[in-house]
């Protein structure tokens, strides 16, 4: 662990990343989730060896942050100690609830098992880049949809029986369909196109494939039956918020997710030490939540998420061991920044909802929290020149109406956008100016107005009450802001 992993890899536990606040690490369970004990064991670890700070993202990954080299080589054996073990290779991702849902159409884990085994075998793990992953969502409740892969398969019902519909390149929305097969050729196409990706290097994704690579995958056809694969051997030759478009290109309804990574021209995967990504858009059902009541078989599951992201170690440890009195027998990370208890019983859920309220967690899927994108900034990085998550607190406390489910507000305490590398339909982001605000763009774009960082709120609150007043009957807040244009919309925040 002497040499540390650069920006834009995976900070796995054995190979943490230099951040502004000290070395950050990213794990996920092998197992899917933890007992409440082991939760409780792994967040008092990251207590002793961290910053204080425990994140989940948007992927569903815990990170534990303001690490020295010391400290993250004790952390990593004390999670060892634990019994704890942790993903490593190349990330293929299942749902949170996979095999235990009674909605999903297939249980993906023991294709995942074979996709990973073939990736090993292949010798493809060295080949490819710390990005690059895939998933597999059996479907059900709790989908894989807003998450981005280089390669998806996701179950689907046919004449045929049960099926994979593969895609590359992007989330549910953005990726590019390559066919619907059954559980051998898709394990197939998708090993051979990462095979295809590690031949083009380590910087490499699925979006950077030619066409003439897609259709060798695909076949002749966008969606073909497998009595008619395509030859996809490596040696036979060949081998995407508001994604894809803007917010001010467009005055029209437009839905999102929460806030998730998505495809488009961006990277794959979010840049490390991201909670959040691109916001969502197009035309496409909203994946539920995972905030909230699920039912299981013969037990509920209780979905409950960390505002922006984090949350203080210790208060964690209070909830899982609230839990735990509870009933509460396996704790699972989901992606949307979100904890699922499992193994309740329904009375005891509400008790533990009350609980997690009361500790400042995330309980309901409409909390406006859910909409705002915020970097730990000043308080616990130091490239941070703004209170990031202080300025959302009180956006979210004062300007609930603005952060409609059309729309992702970003709050970036430098340019470098962590919390959301993609573009959002309002970024404060914090310079030697103050915080100014960038209009459908991302953290890295100039400003078109600034305010003191400790005003930029009543600044977003300005835009509030302006869209109040001019907002149409069933109109989203995106649609609005995009009829008052970016130089107005600019002039608000400056102004008032």
Same mark, same amino acid.
């Given at each position: ?109 023991? @294709? ?19 990005? *690059?992953? *895939? ?38 929305? %953005? ?76 005055? %029209? ?98 008790? @533990?909802?009350?609980?997690?309220? @009361? ?47 059309? @729309? ?89």
């Amino acid at each position: 662990m002497n040499a540390f992993s650069r920006r834009g890899a995976c900070p796995a536990l054995g190979a943490p990343m230099q951040t502004g606040d000290g070395l950050l690490v990213r794990l996920n369970p092998v197992a899917g989730g933890l007992s409440p004990k082991s939760l409780v064991g792994l967040v008092e670890s990251a207590l002793r060896h961290g910053n204080g700070i425990v994140e989940v993202t948007a992927r569903g990954s815990l990170q534990i942050r303001g690490l020295t080299a010391e400290s993250a080589r004790l952390l990593a054996a004390e999670v060892d100690a634990l019994g704890i073990a942790v993903r490593s290779g190349v990330p293929v991702e299942t749902g949170p609830l996979a095999g235990i849902d009674p909605e999903e159409v297939v249980d993906p884990r023991p @294709l995942a098992e074979r996709i990973q085994t073939a990736i090993e075998e292949a010798g493809l793990t060295a080949r490819l880049g710390p990005k *690059v992953s *895939v998933v597999i969502d059996g479907g059900g409740q709790l989908t894989m949809d807003a998450v981005t892969a280089d390669v998806r398969l996701k179950a689907v019902r046919a004449e045929a029986g049960r099926q994979w519909s593969v895609s590359v390149a992007g989330d549910v929305r %953005s990726a590019r369909p390559l066919a619907t097969v059954d559980v051998d050729a898709a394990r197939d196409i998708a090993v051979a196109a990462l095979r295809m990706v590690a031949e083009k290097g380590r910087g490499a994704h699925t979006r950077d494939l030619s066409d003439r690579q897609w259709t060798s995958l695909a076949g002749r056809h966008s969606f073909a039956p497998p009595s008619v694969l395509p030859d996809i051997s490596p040696t036979g030759g060949e081998i995407s918020s508001f994604a894809g478009g803007s917010l001010l290109a467009a005055n %029209s309804l437009v839905s999102t997710s929460a806030i998730g990574e998505t495809g488009g021209a961006s990277p794959i995967s979010p840049l490390v030490g991201e909670m959040s990504g691109r916001t969502e858009g197009g035309a496409v059902e909203r994946p539920r939540s995972p905030i909230g009541l699920l039912n299981l078989n013969n037990s509920h599951a209780l979905g409950i998420a960390l505002p922006f992201g984090s949350m203080p170690a210790q208060t964690l440890v209070d909830l899982a061991k609230q839990a735990s009195e509870l009933g509460a027998t396996e704790i699972r990370l989901a992606p949307g920044r979100a904890l699922l208890f499992l193994g309740l019983s329904q009375t005891a859920c509400s008790p @533990l909802q009350s609980s997690a309220a @009361l500790l400042g967690f995330v309980t309901s899927p409409s909390d406006p929290r859910t909409r705002i994108a915020a970097c730990p900034g000043t308080s616990a990085c130091a490239s941070g020149r703004i209170a990031t998550r202080a300025i959302a607190e009180k956006i979210a406390a004062e300007s609930a109406d603005l952060l409609d489910p059309s @729309l992702t507000l970003h709050i970036s305490g430098c340019a470098k956008g962590c919390a959301h590398p993609g573009a959002a339909a309002l970024t404060l982001v914090g310079d030697e100016n103050g915080a100014g605000l960038v209009v459908d763009g991302t953290a890295k774009a100039l400003p078109a107005g600034y305010r003191p960082g400790y005003d930029a709120a009543r600044g977003v609150a300005a835009i509030a009450a302006a869209l109040q007043n001019a907002r149409h009957p069933g109109e989203t807040a995106a649609a609005c802001l995009a009829r008052l244009g970016a130089a107005g919309i600019a002039e608000l925040y400056r102004r008032n």
